[in-house]
């Protein structure tokens, strides 16, 4: 499956944007997709997944009650809505899906080209 992510750009603090990612290929029903994100000089560090019903969903304590993620198998898309954005939310966001269990570490078989979130204080 080809992956690619969009939605980035640059807010201010406490704003909101929402990020998408569009699945080609392979039944984008089939994967679990998640989100990652890196920060310069930081390593790649998970935000959230959702599993391939849609349901349950996983989400980094750093986001929690701020992120949404959510799909929408018809499109062959997955989202992540980031509200009350705060500076350190800062980096490069990646979507990424597997077939696998574990939904936290990077181990995921495909990957989009990621798309730069900027949020200003």
């Known amino acids: 499956v080809q992956l690619q992510a969009s939605g980035g750009g640059l807010v201010q603090a406490g704003g909101s944007l929402r990020l998408s990612c569009s699945a080609s290929?392979?039944?984008?029903?089939?994967?679990?997709v998640g989100w990652f994100r890196q920060a310069p000089g930081k390593e790649r560090e998970f935000v959230a997944a959702i599993r391939q019903s849609g349901e349950p969903r996983f989400y980094a304590d750093s986001v929690k009650g701020r992120f949404t993620i959510s799909r929408d198998n018809r499109k062959n898309t997955g989202y992540l809505q980031m509200d009350s954005l705060k500076p350190e939310d800062t980096a490069v966001y990646y979507c990424?899906?597997?077939?696998?269990?574990?939904?936290?570490?990077?181990?995921?078989?495909?990957w989009g080209q990621g798309t730069q979130v900027t949020v200003s204080s």
């Open positions: 990424a899906a597997q077939a696998g269990a574990d939904v936290t570490l990077p181990n995921y078989g495909y």
């Open positions: 290929g392979r039944s984008f029903s089939a994967y679990t």
